[in-house]
Structures are given as structure tokens and as C-alpha cells.
T-cell receptor
Framework: EAGVTQFPSHSVIEKGQTVTLRCDPISGHDNLYWYRRVMGKEIKFLLH????????ESGMPNNRFLAERTGGTYSTLKVQPAELEDSGVYFC??????????????FGPGTRLTVL | QKEVEQNSGPLSVPEGAIASLNCTYSDRGSQSFFWYRQYSGKSPELIMSIYSNGDKEDGRFTAQLNKASQYVSLLIRDSQPSDSATYLC?????????FGQGTTLQVKP
């Protein structure tokens, strides 16, 4: 069974540009999460989808970040326009059961974003 | 106070020893606790989950949970150089995971 996949693995862009990150969860997983780790800090939650619906977007830093999950399969996270402080590693995770049960989250390899 | 706290280390142990990794959390209502292992440049890999007070063993790994003290630990027996990695403690809060900064473990041959 394939794990969580993310694309691209690395992205280097200039301040003001737009970048779109993609996450493909494990097949059949309804829950999809985005997290971010900026240098020197802990991994922090951004948002949570249950199928195509945003369950919790309390961690989104500002309105420059837009996440979508059309059709409840893969998800995209767009940053527009990118700022220097957006640099970091963006992780996607998925879990099997809907709701807030004791379901375990499995992480993808991450996208390392560098904003110059 | 951070929601999940870990000593960043590095924690250095000789090969074959027991490595003890500790984590405290601030939300007394937390119910689910996880340990992830992360090698440099790789994704966090789930190694243990624990939901009830006490010990949970899986191979060389034992997770310990004490909700009264708001304390979670991970013991690695017979540590191997391949166990050298960053260990992340995570606490589930309304679906999302709250992570500590991670403890770097170095197992010396």
C-alpha cells in the first residue's frame, strides 16, 4: 500500500511568487492534515480536512494560505504571495477514520519550501 | 509554557543501553499520545501510540503514560546506532496533533 505522497519535494521561489503544494493521502483515508515546521521550531498544525470539508483551519497563519481538497482525494496548499517567513517544511498526514477517534496519522515526506 | 515539552538533547547513549525519552504536556484533558521517529530530512514515522495510563510495549520500545503527572515517556531497550534520530512526542487535541520540539538521540557504537 502506498503511503502519503507529496509534490514537489523541494521548491525555491522568490518573495511575492505563488507556490502550490500537493498531497496525496493514503487511499481510503478520509482525514487529511497539513502541518508545517519552520527552522528551529516544532511541527505545527495548519488545517484538517474530513473528505472535502475543512474540519479545522485554526492553524492557518493568514489569508495568503489557501487549502483545497476537491472531491475528497488529494489536497493542494497554495501560498500567494509567498513571504520569507513561509520558508519551512510542509508535511501532509492522513488517517483512516472520520471524527476524532484514536486514529493514527501517517505523514508524507514533506515539501521543503524556500522563499528568497 | 509550551503545550508539549521535550528536552531537545542530544541524548547520547552507548549501543546496547536503554534510552529514556521524556515528554510533558499541559492540557490535562488530552487522551491520545504518540511517539514519532524522524531521521534527518525524512518524514515523521509513527512508532508508538498510547491512550491509557501505564506501560505499552512493542518490541524494543515501551511507552509509559501518567496522566496525573501529565507525563509520557519512551524507553528504547538494547539501543542500536540505527535508532539515532529525533524522537517527537505528540498529543492529540480535537483531531490535530500538538508536537514537542523533539529529542535528538545519538547511539554510539
Amino acid at each position: 500500500e502506498a503511503g502519503v505522497t507529496q509534490f514537489p519535494s523541494h521548491s525555491v521561489i522568490e518573495k511575492g511568487q505563488t507556490v502550490t503544494l500537493r498531497c496525496d493521502p493514503i487511499s481510503g483515508h478520509d482525514n487529511l492534515y497539513w502541518y508545517r515546521r519552520v527552522m528551529g521550531k516544532e511541527i505545527k498544525f495548519l488545517l484538517h480536512f474530513v473528505k472535502e470539508s475543512k474540519q479545522d483551519e485554526s492553524g492557518m497563519p493568514n489569508n495568503r494560505f489557501l487549502a483545497e481538497r476537491t472531491g475528497g482525494t488529494y489536497s493542494t496548499l497554495k501560498v500567494q504571495p509567498a513571504e520569507l517567513e513561509d520558508s519551512g517544511v510542509y508535511f501532509c498526514a492522513s488517517s483512516e477514520q472520520p471524527g476524532q477517534g484514536d486514529n493514527e496519522q501517517f505523514f508524507g515526506p514533506g515539501t521543503r519550501l524556500t522563499v528568497l | 509554557q509550551k503545550e508539549v515539552e521535550q528536552n531537545s538533547g542530544p541524548l547520547s547513549v552507548p549501543e546496547g543501553a536503554i534510552a529514556s525519552l521524556n515528554c510533558t504536556y499541559s492540557d490535562r484533558g488530552s487522551q491520545s499520545f504518540f511517539w514519532y521517529r524522524q531521521y534527518s530530512g525524512k518524514s515523521p514515522e509513527l512508532i508508538m501510540s498510547i491512550y491509557s495510563n501505564g506501560d505499552k510495549e512493542d518490541g524494543r520500545f515501551t511507552a509509559q503514560l501518567n496522566k496525573a503527572s501529565q507525563y509520557v515517556s519512551l524507553l528504547i531497550r538494547d539501543s542500536q546506532p540505527s535508532d539515532s534520530a529525533t524522537y517527537l512526542c505528540a498529543v492529540k487535541n480535537t483531531g490535530k496533533l500538538i508536537f514537542g520540539q523533539g529529542t535528538t538521540l545519538q547511539v554510539k557504537p
